[in-house]
């Protein structure tokens, strides 16, 4: 239930990060694009092979030490729908590996439509007889705006298929504020939208203390961290921000609590682009990745300490 | 640029309205469902195939008196990859038939993720020297939570290839209040983001007088409407909550100006399941929905009269 198994995995690996795969075309290295396009021709189709090749590179690289993969629906919709092939058979193959799958789509909507997004990234759906899974996420992020009728139907489908979320509450953009420190009463909106959260988390309880409504908040903001872990003692974060938007380590170490649970840190350029960063040619993409993701493995812990869950 | 072409088709054709294409699987006649089910198999490529023939009898029945299409992302990713596929051919179909599409999709994300979206629903996508458009929207419908760093990469692809959004400002839905009617020194949230889609919109001038970034305002909620549109002068507004939900046509009334402009009001259920509503036979579903077109076209030009754009 809940976020449990991201939570078990997250132990398992004694790591607290999670490997945001959002391919740009560019960060694939040359060799695996030339021979997709030979095979498949220079086109959307070429690229999502192209992609789909560095993806499976990049979990094969991570799996054993790296809890979950983020891929982020923007750059697979980037290529048609033979990049929404490519998303679909990335969290495949993520989950033949164990690897907890994130979605990171962002979807909001209302009633029936919303629950038609949760069917699809979530759940199941039902043709004549039969039950199929359209997309194979454990998670999938959301946008709250809209509200609890927005909230609701993702909430039924997470407990019946033991799947969870993760609302948009404070992003690690520098323009969030713009609607996010917004005081309501004296409140800014992202703590308004937190404690929503922490509400609609009571129907996902998790035997860890976290709920299966997590929340998305920047790493880019620590004092905001701080307080939202204070006010959202049930909530599991998601912590976009590390590494390439500016935020290191000390700035997330508010997210955890005394058995060093509470948030997922993610990594996606930092990852991916490891090989450019590390001048090792590209064809060493992969265990560039593995070194760049035990590194900030390894710092990251050095601020949570151990993991316990305490079973 | 901006919405202009919209205008136009909505001055053209008279009709301030747009067909929401969210395909439940339950929606589609059964013989059309039958027929495809054994060509392709009862599963997800099946329902897509069976949802595909169904959106284009739609379109048929409908390009030469209705404006414009709006398919809802959530019924199509329901189907998966199929799904996505049948959402870009109804996307091409429609297209083909001169009708403006406005891809509900209500995306959102920051930076360059964001211009992954907005490449992929409004842009042009390189792959080594060739440009794709990987889908076929004219406009999207976005969310804002995120402020400026979600829409300035919409704005600049809006720009180069001159298409539009529409921002959730005020949704239609029941609980659209618990955040967004609470009240920022005074002024409520929904108001705020239409004000930030003001500001937005005079990079995206038009030459009807409403700019390329429009508003999500549901006809739910009359009051509001109103508000808006006087302190929203520059903003067209996509209305959705028509018929199914409950609003009528005078609840929309405050949207529109003096020329008969300023909204598109929305119909999905009430269009796509008219033949059940109509208990005319199912093979009668393409007529029963032409009718309950131009009785809805009908019902809100009575209260919006003659609408002119003054070229």
Known sequence: MALDR???KIEQTQNPTVAGLDPKLDYVPEYIR????????ENLKGAAKAILEFNKGLIDALYDIVPAVKPQAAYYEMYGT???KTLYKTQEYARSKGMYVITDGKRNDIGTTMEAYAAAHLGKVKVGLSEFEPFLGDALTVNGYLGSDGIKPLIKTCAEHDKGIFVLVKTSNPSSGELQDKLID???VYEVMGK???EWGKELAGVYGYSGVGAVVGATYPEQIKRLREVLPNTFFLIPGYGAQGATAKDIAAAFDKNGLGGIVNSSRGIMCAYQKQKCGEREFAEAAR???IRMRDEIMGIVGKIEIGR
Do not use: D, H, Q, T
């Open 6 to 8: 991201l939570i078990e």
């Open 34 to 41: 030339k021979k997709n396009f030979e095979r498949y021709g």
């Open 82 to 84: 033979a990049g929404v």
């Open 186 to 188: 004296g409140v800014p």
């Open 196 to 198: 929503m959260c922490e």
């Open 291 to 293: 070194r760049e993701a």
